[in-house]
């Protein structure tokens, strides 16, 4: 493995599980100090993205212990599967508080103590610019952190800070072999193949698929990369067969 992080300071939010936790194993891999900011079990810091105050403190008490700042991934966030017309109020709320203005608390904190050569990585989804079925509240949070993606990419590229999405398709997590055993108790493995065949190459990413390209985004090699969405997601937005 390189060393191509070596020497950064990186938050990590939503890191104890799923894509954030094999983004923080392949920052720390590369040689970078990553700081796992979650509510859950193996966070380095306990903080619930939707409490501003909560925020600013947590990134100042980061940059107070190491001094610095140079890479923050907004990774936390939630799922729901509904219609416009199935999603109640109070689904909305939930999504949004933490899938937007806990990425938008994120982002403000972020601009604050990054200096030039700071790379912000935002999680999106395949979700934010395809239509899903039953992904109505989802796919409106993921397309509104890909906006903010864009906004802050232009608002601070006189700042010399770069801010990137990723918008993976399917990702084989725990959160997908919990989802499978609460709605097809019995069926896990059939429908799995099913999820997995949506992807034309035939399976779902792993992730440590997108945790490799995570690293190159953050990393100095990606220095003339900023405002984008980067697709990994299987040919499922490209390949037509």
Known sequence: MSERLDGKVAI???GASGIGAAIVERFRSEGAVAEVLDLADGADRRCDVTDRAAVDATFAA????HGRLDVVVNSAGIAHIGTAASTTEADLDRLYAVNVKGV???LRAAV?????GGA????????SVVGIPDRFAYSMTKGAVLAMTYSVATDHVDDGIRCNAISPA?????????FLADTYPGREEEVFAQLAATQPIGRMAEPAEVAALA????????AFVTGTNH???GGFTGVHR
């Open 12 to 14: 990590v939010t939503g």
């Open 62 to 65: 980061v940059v107070a212990d």
């Open 104 to 106: 938008a608390n994120c």
């Open 112 to 116: 604050r103590h990054l200096g030039r």
């Open 120 to 127: 912000i990585l935002n999680l999106a989804s395949i979700a």
């Open 170 to 178: 399917r990702v084989h997590t725990p959160f997908v072999d919990r």
């Open 215 to 222: 690293a190159y985004l953050c990393s100095d090699e990606a």
């Open 231 to 233: 697709l990994i997601d």
